[in-house]
């Protein structure tokens, strides 16, 4: 089967700075699959890469068959991927049912973009909210409006910067089901979060990235076992601290 | 429909059948239904600006340059081929839209100051232009319309009453068009655009697109306000009809003055800064060279450091307009 997303050894470079470095991977449809690493580890830079935001130096990513790298992020999200901001990046001057609706103007003209809007508000529990001004809400809230504008935008690959990251554990839970139901859906996400609990009860797969390259690939229990990986998150020597204990 | 007598519309009848009663009152030949009429038309130009400066956020200090094509387009077609002023009003809008969809692909890549600047540059090279070509344009001696009494075919009329009745219309229809594009899909992608660039394009905006059709409507809008200025006025030159201070940053200060982006702030910015402008040059330019310009100087910073949200702020504060966005979009 044909992956629904496909990166092939894509490369950012900030002057002399590699901030993406070759890295390849693919992406089912309805799979969930975390993207983890340190910060400053690339995995931003590899979001901004994949929707058209920042332009690739060398590389190609595919999605459903299609070449979506140099296009601009409208066009990528029109083909059906779209991704969320890490610091929730809303419309400070809309109510958050415009927020969401000015996203389903993608698929839809304005009458059936509010209905649209409703529709997924009343799918992330977001109606009691719909009419209040974004600049209003918690932090948590604004996450997941961000998430409800994405969704609005009826994408098919969905990258998620760090949604979770203000959630108390009920919320996450909440959030951790909605996702679930999107898969079941066939929506795929790519998903970076630090909430390695989070991470390893969400994803099928784990992808990590250090210094902008793919270090892992795997299943989380792989990955998280993986001595680079434990290298990277705890330093030098500590992978074979951790082999000597094991 | 829910809306539809909201205070906020009830306000804007009110000041559409002040502005229509006016003339009633005041001498049909007078100065002051002159200077009521520059009000209304300023008013008219600023809402245009208001439609790429208000909704898109993107400060424009040149659109004199659009303002200068539909006098110079209409004018021309008039003095050199008989054409009439109402046929070359359009052809002026088109030659308008046509500038600022060019002028839109090196600038739109620009933000805030960078794009004030560009724009303000090709507002001067027109001025420029205007002066150097003199055997078309006439050069720095300007243009004349020849006063040939009443000749509404012509948009030709004897009585300042009849331009101010075309201005008051002009007006209305501009602000039908920024009622339009403020509330429909492209306002959603306009105010996107102006708040968040690049969350826009994620969430599926064409942000050049919408930034362009945006800036072409609005040239086109006030190019048409300077076919109908040329007329009024029967003379203008590449200096003040390309004014930096005299049309392109008026027009934006009226809006921002007003109150950037909503319905009301062009009426409200005129109805303050062009009859405050009058009375300054009236009391004080006898007093000492410079005196009402440096009076009005300090009045508009005095405006803007003491609300600068514009004057409408004073109104969306009060109970009657209820929800900022309401009248935003001019519900």
């Known amino acids: 089967m044909q992956p629904l997303l496909q990166a092939d050894a894509i490369c950012v470079t900030f002057g002399g700075l590699k901030a993406v470095d070759g890295v390849s991977f693919s992406l089912n449809a309805g799979e969930i699959v975390g993207l983890i690493g340190p910060n400053g580890a690339g995995k931003t830079t590899l979001f901004n890469a994949l929707v058209g935001l920042q332009p690739l130096t060398s590389g190609t990513v595919w999605l459903d068959g299609e070449r979506v790298c140099g296009l601009k992020p409208h066009k990528v999200a029109r083909l059906g991927m779209t991704k969320t901001f890490q610091n929730a990046a809303l419309f400070p001057d809309m109510s958050v049912k415009e927020n969401v609706t000015t996203a389903a103007l993608l698929r839809h003209d304005l009458k059936g973009a509010r209905a649209k809007a409703d529709t997924v508000l009343r799918k992330l529990d977001l109606t009691p909210i719909a009419d209040a001004d974004v600049a209003d809400l918690t932090f948590p809230q604004k996450a997941l409006v961000e998430m409800a504008r994405a969704l609005a935008t009826e994408p098919r690959v969905l990258l998620l910067d760090e949604v979770m990251a203000a959630l108390t554990p009920a919320e996450m839970d909440e959030v951790m089901a909605v996702i679930r139901a999107l898969k079941a859906e066939g929506l795929a996400f790519l998903v970076v979060e630090h909430h390695m609990r989070a991470i390893m009860a969400l994803c099928d797969r784990l992808l990590a990235v250090n210094f902008g390259r793919l270090i892992a690939d795997g299943t989380p229990a792989q990955v998280a076992a993986h001595p680079q990986v434990i290298e990277a998150y705890l330093g030098h020597g500590a992978a074979g601290k951790e082999a000597a204990h094991a | ?331």
């Open chain 2, 1 to 331: 429909m829910r809306n539809l007598f909201s205070p906020s519309r009830a306000a804007l009848l009110l000041f559409f059948l002040a502005a229509a009663l006016l003339p009633l009152a005041l001498d049909p030949r007078g100065h002051l239904i002159r200077v009521a009429a520059m009000v209304l038309l300023f008013a008219a130009m600023a809402q245009s600006w208001n439609i790429v400066g208000g909704l898109a956020n993107q400060i424009s200090l040149g659109h004199a340059a659009f303002f200068g094509l539909g006098a110079y387009t209409s004018t021309l077609l008039f003095l050199k081929l008989g054409v009439t002023p109402w046929i070359g009003m359009g052809v002026g809008a088109v030659v308008a839209g046509g500038a600022a969809a060019l002028l839109s692909i090196p600038t739109f890549r620009l933000k805030g100051h960078y794009f004030a600047l560009a724009t303000l540059a090709f507002a001067e090279v027109m001025r420029v232009i205007a002066n150097s070509l003199g055997d078309v344009t006439g050069g720095p001696v300007g243009l004349s319309i020849p006063f040939m009494g009443s000749q509404p075919a012509l948009f030709a009329f004897r009585s300042v009453a009849s331009y101010y009745w075309i201005i008051l219309g002009l007006l209305v229809a501009v602000c039908a068009v920024f009622h339009l594009l403020a509330s429909g899909a492209i306002g959603y992608r306009l105010r996107a655009v102006r708040e968040n660039e690049a969350a826009a394009e994620v969430a599926g905006v064409d942000t050049f697109r919408v930034k362009l059709t945006a800036s072409v409507i609005s040239a086109a809008l006030t190019a048409v306000c300077g076919t109908v200025f040329a007329q009024f006025t029967f003379f203008f030159d590449p200096d003040s009809i390309f004014s930096l201070s005299g049309i392109s940053v008026r027009m934006a200060m009226i809006a921002i003055v007003g109150g950037l982006g909503t319905l009301g702030g062009p009426l409200v910015g005129a109805l303050f800064l062009i009859p405050l402008e009058e009375v300054a040059n009236a009391v004080l330019s006898s007093q000492a060279a410079g005196l009402s310009q440096f009076a009005f100087g300090v009045i508009l910073i005095g405006a803007i450091l003491i609300q600068p949200r514009g004057l409408m702020a004073y109104w969306l504060r009060t109970p009657w307009a209820k929800t900022r966005r309401a009248a935003a979009t001019g519900a």
